[in-house]
């Protein structure tokens, strides 16, 4: 299919920088490994952001998210945890962008979706996509 169009925004996403906690000794797999308090192997240190793999409790997997929101919210529990107050990681993750004039939002695992529905048609500015997920 071709699509004429004056501007093509490609997101591919991010490889983690990792190689200071691997010299540090902390497991390492796409991302700092941390576990439902945000801690690392290492039991005195904890991780947050987009470079930690977290137990995701809403998907049951592992996940690494890019966007502020998850850094935010990473930074709240590790800071309690850190202060003695025992919390764990329960957001529901979420994405949201601005291209110009197109505003994108994502909750949830987007990476399990069953399928993409597109309302409108390509040329006209009223196109939304959406993403079906079906939790498993």
Same mark, same amino acid.
């Given at each position: 299919?071709?699509?004429?169009?004056? /501007?093509?925004?490609?997101?591919?996403?991010?490889?983690?920088?990792?190689? /200071?906690?691997? =010299?540090?000794?902390?497991?390492?797999?796409?991302?700092?490994?941390?576990?439902?308090?945000? =801690?690392?192997?290492?039991?005195?240190?904890? #991780?947050?952001?987009?470079?930690?793999?977290?137990?995701?409790?809403? /998907?049951?997997?592992?996940? =690494?998210?890019?966007?502020?929101?998850?850094?935010?919210?990473?930074?709240?529990? #590790?800071?309690?945890?850190?202060?003695?107050?025992?919390?764990?990681?329960?957001?529901?993750?979420?994405?949201?962008?601005?291209?110009?004039?197109?505003?994108?939002?994502?909750?949830?695992?987007?990476?399990?979706?069953?399928?993409?529905?597109?309302?409108?048609?390509?040329?006209?500015?009223?196109?939304?996509?959406?993403?079906?997920?079906?939790?498993?």
């Amino acid at each position: 299919m071709q699509i004429e169009c004056d /501007f093509v925004c490609i997101g591919v996403g991010i490889a983690p920088a990792v190689q /200071f906690a691997r =010299r540090a000794g902390l497991d390492i797999e796409n991302g700092i490994v941390v576990d439902e308090h945000l =801690r690392t192997s290492h039991p005195d240190i904890y #991780a947050g952001g987009d470079v930690v793999n977290y137990p995701d409790p809403v /998907f049951k997997k592992r996940r =690494r998210v890019e966007h502020w929101g998850h850094a935010e919210y990473c930074g709240q529990v #590790a800071g309690l945890n850190m202060a003695g107050t025992p919390q764990k990681y329960d957001l529901l993750t979420y994405v949201w962008s601005d291209v110009f004039d197109l505003h994108i939002e994502c909750a949830g695992d987007e990476t399990a979706r069953d399928r993409t529905l597109l309302r409108g048609s390509l040329g006209e500015p009223s196109l939304s996509s959406s993403i079906c997920v079906t939790t498993r």
